[in-house]
T-cell receptor, first 116, second 115 residues
């Protein structure tokens, strides 16, 4: 078990460009979450998958954001027409579905996005 | 809706002193409460959690927290701080029943350990 991995670690882009991030969860976890964290704030929930189904989306997730988990394994988060306000750390986490494991998330190190 | 409030964005203690990080929650249903820690350049990791049962829960690295329903609090403590405890600490809440909702995190408390 190598933990949750995210790629890339850092991304610098110009305003208006599209970016895509990848997350590989812990292999036996069927739940996958995306969070966003800005300086001085805690992680903010964006969206959640159980297997390949996207079950929950935050109001924070505008139409420019889309997430997929096509085979219930890795996930991608795409931001179209990036804005400077999108600059943040994007965190991926995974967890087991067992009730006793509720809330026990395993986080990746994140992708730091800077929009110039 | 649920939320957590962490009092103090920065807390500074001397090495060997008591660590107390405060967290108050708001939830319309019985909460599940968590403390996560984020060391520099590392991902968040779970320190401890309260779901049901014993209200005093123990976690890794000598930390513990007590769920006090009457005070809607879940403060994190450690009797004796160590330099390696310097990190960002986040309180978080979710609830049973819904089962799948993501955690709601507080803004975090940066713990500084003075030598």
């Amino acid at each position: 078990d190598t933990g949750v991995s995210q790629d890339p670690r850092h991304k610098i882009t110009k305003r208006g460009q599209n970016v895509t991030f990848r997350c590989d969860p812990i292999s036996e976890h069927n739940r996958l979450y995306w969070y966003r964290q800005t300086l001085g704030q805690g992680p903010e929930f964006l969206t959640y998958f159980q297997n390949e189904a996207q079950l929950e989306k935050s109001r924070l997730l505008s139409d420019r954001f889309s997430a997929e988990r096509p085979k219930g394994s890795f996930s991608t988060l795409e931001i179209q027409r990036t804005e400077q306000g999108d600059s943040a750390m994007y965190l991926c986490a995974s967890s087991s579905e067992y009730p006793r494991e509720l809330g026990k998330l395993f986080f990746g190190s994140g992708t730091q996005l800077s929009v110039l | 809706a649920q939320s957590v409030t962490q009092l103090g964005s920065h807390v500074s203690v001397s090495e060997g002193a008591l660590v107390l990080l405060r967290c108050n929650y708001s939830s319309s249903v019985p909460p599940y409460l968590f403390w996560y820690v984020q060391y520099p350049n590392q991902g968040l990791q779970l320190l401890l959690k309260y779901t049901t049962g014993a209200t005093l829960v123990k976690g890794i690295n000598g930390f513990e927290a007590e769920f006090k329903k009457s005070e809607t609090s879940f403060h994190l403590t450690k009797p004796s701080a160590h330099m390696s405890d310097a990190a960002e600490y986040f309180c978080a809440v979710t609830y049973s029943g819904g089962g799948a909702d993501g955690l709601t995190f507080g803004k975090g408390t940066h713990l500084i350990i003075q030598p």
